[in-house]
């Protein structure tokens, strides 16, 4: 049945408060029938040019102007047209003639062709439990353990004759993957259809489209389907703030501006080459706002990380970055629909700069987001890691400095695809010292990102040290894991992985700041810091103390909370990970000597490189290391 554009409908569409405009705009088969309706305001005449895929014959058809609103045009065609790439030809208001993509198509050609498609209902049902409202994989996560797995679909592995994989064959290589490796989710980069490979999906045309590199929608659906049977979350890199120039999409769509800012100082993005969305238009909003609900709804995506939030929450172009009061008015309206009807998707801020109160309540002043990308944390230890191990004391600070902002808001820890492209090199190559040392300072490195307060983000390759940075080339060096050092380097990552799920003192109390205290922050002289992390229950407690030195030290005391028996837990020094494995103090006895502000303490045998955590426990009771 044909969804008619109404008087309260097209109110919303024009007031920015329409969230299922998908359902109006855009293309649709209903039986032998085929619609086509289309916003576009001052233009003269709008005809769709419909071409059969298999003789490539055309069929134009003539839209009428919306008996309501004349900036609506609409044509229902007597013919079942699914299959059918279509575009738009439109005469503007100075008479010039532009062939146009609908932004509203669930499809597209394969790219260096970018016509839409004119699809059929999607064949994909549903397994019942995925249309309950409540989803067990996002219930409570401010107190679950989150360890996301970035990747970009194209290029993280390739089919044996060098072809991208489809969203099925994915689903059979990758799920199996992230979930030995311990992830508990996977944020994949954008999959809105997209003309570049190379811009990674950054530059959409399609906002409601998955893109047709890796197969239909329905492809798509049996994927996330898996990862769901299977216990992982999937998130969606969302682009609600630029789009792509090219002008067969939404660039110039009526001859003029017309999605793109009308303010021309704000308009284009010239580090991206992209243009920015016009969010104070209400028609614009709802585009955007009905494209955030289309995935959820229709794909039921776990959530969102939305890009570039800092031309939306800061004026574009103005290098003293005043707050841009429309793009945060709009993103506040978008996070408080998006929750109100999908009380369980986690929206994930990216870009958001230092704009405070990002993953605060709209109610009280806030963006309204779960989590904010942790950039400061990020930027700090990567440029302290860089640094030689002998000159780390000088730079001390950049390993403490988190903490002073951790609980300003709600962060997740990443190491980003950013971080590894245009000469940046992989987390393991930007390490200074032999072949050897690097592996040893990225178990540290990423022993401190679990232990450190804040959900977690790994971009795909670093969890087995992955040499080269990041290029757009066929896949990931998967000949890598052929080296011991590479193969115990993803062991020590699965492994690191279990534990931060095993244990809640690294997870519960992300968000509290009785979840977390310094024993010691400021040993610049030995280059080492340790620190309590807590959950809720008392026995819960975690001493983590690392040592960022390539210094070992056999005689380290520790302050502790109470006297006691302690056992090391978990050390990146481990010999089955490619350490050394020479900590010789495993079981220690706390003494009533004063340390830390802490009324015991304890003496341990702390290697180079290394993080190690202890725990309080009973004399000669294991622990479960599963």
Known sequence: MTMMLTEQKLQDFHRGQMMDAYEYFGSHVHGGETVFTVWLPD????????????NSIEEKFLLAAHPYDASI???????????????????????????????FARA?????????????????????????????????????????YELHIGTWKRSKNGHFFNYRELAEELIPYVKRQGFTHIEVLPITEHPLDESWGYQTTGYFAPTSRYGSADDLKFFIQKCRENGIGLFLDWVPGHF?????ALALFNGQPLYEEARPERRENPDWGTLNFDVRKGEVASFLLSSGHYWLNEFKFDGFRMDALVNLLFVPNDPERPPNEDGVAFLQTLTTNLRKHHPDAVLIAEDAWHYPGVTKEVEEGGIGFHYKWNFGWMNDVQAYMKTAPSERSEVHENINFSLFYQYDDRFISTFSHDEFVHGQGSLLNKLPGTYEEKFHQLRLLLGFWIAHPGKKLLFMGQ??????????KPQLDWHLFDFKAHRQMALFTKELMA??????????????????FWLDADNREQSAASFVRRGRSPGSECIVVCNFSEHRYEQFELGVPSGGHYTEVFSTDAAIYGGSGSGEKKDVEAEKAPLHNQDHSICIDLPAFTMSIWKKTDRGVKLDEN
Not at 123 to 129: A, D, I
Not at 244 to 248: E, G, Q, S
Not at 463 to 472: L, R, Y
Request: charged share 30%; proline share 5%; aromatic share 14%.
């Open 244 to 248: 792509c120039k090219d002008l067969h």
């Open 108 to 148: 597209f050609e394969i790219r260096p062709q970018y016509r839409s498609v004119i699809v059929a209902k999607s064949q994909h049902r549903w397994p019942e439990e995925m249309h309950t409202p409540e989803k067990q994989n996002h219930k409570h996560h401010f107190e679950e353990s989150m360890a996301i």
């Open 499 to 516: 534990f931060y799920k095993q244990e809640k003192a690294f997870y519960e109390l992300d968000d509290d700041r009785h979840g977390f």
């Open 463 to 472: 969890e087995f040290g992955h040499f080269d940075e990041w290029e757009f």
């Open 73 to 103: 045009w609409h044509a229902a065609v007597p013919k079942n047209l699914a299959g059918f790439l279509y575009e738009y030809e439109i005469v503007t208001a100075q008479m010039e003639t532009v062939k146009k993509i609908d932004p």
């Open 43 to 54: 233009v003269k005449t709008v005809t769709v040019i419909c071409t059969d895929p298999h």
